[in-house]
Structures are given as structure tokens and as C-alpha cells.
């Protein structure tokens, strides 16, 4: 009797610990693709005004909510880089 008990359920636990285990890989593979937020800048008069977080790909541009784009610094430190929106 007590065999048959454990046939059954060794093979449930199991199973339902595989599951477990796939949820939990597939979030933290979700986790790993989504971009770091970059931090975008304001062009006004020529300077660079700290602004929102934006990322470095997508497909819709990064801008304020007063519509103004948003640019991501280049490596001499100007705002000339496209931003984008990031993907939640």
C-alpha cells in the first residue's frame, strides 16, 4: 500500500517542481532582455538639461510630456544621440 502511495505522488512532485523551475528561468530571462534606462537630455539654448529616462532601442522617439524629444549624450558630451521610449 504504501508503495503504490509513493508511485503516485513521487512523480506529481516532481513534475509540479519542473514546472516551478520554468516559471521562474522564463521571468528572469524577461528581466535580463529588458534595456537599462538611459538618462535623456533637454537641448535648450545649446546646453544639455537632465530630463527622463529613456533607452537606447525601440521604435517610438523619447520625448517629454510637453513633447519635446529627448536626446541621449554622445561621446564628446553633446545631445545629438535618438532616444527612444522604453517598452514596459
Not at 3 to 23: D, E, H, Q, R, Y
Not at 34 to 52: D, E, F, K, M, T
Request: hydrophobic letters at 40%; aromatic letters at 6%.
Amino acid at each position: 500500500m504504501k508503495t503504490s502511495i509513493v508511485k503516485m505522488i513521487l512523480p506529481m512532485s516532481v513534475f509540479a517542481l519542473a514546472i516551478t523551475g520554468a516559471f521562474a528561468s522564463h521571468t528572469e530571462n524577461v528581466a535580463k532582455k529588458r534595456p537599462a534606462p538611459i538618462q535623456g537630455w533637454l537641448q535648450v539654448a545649446g546646453a544639455c538639461n537632465q530630463s527622463i529616462q529613456c533607452s537606447d532601442n525601440g521604435i517610438v522617439l523619447c520625448k517629454t510630456a510637453s513633447n519635446q524629444q529627448v536626446f541621449g549624450k554622445n561621446e564628446a558630451g553633446d545631445c545629438e544621440v535618438e532616444l527612444y521610449r522604453p517598452s514596459n
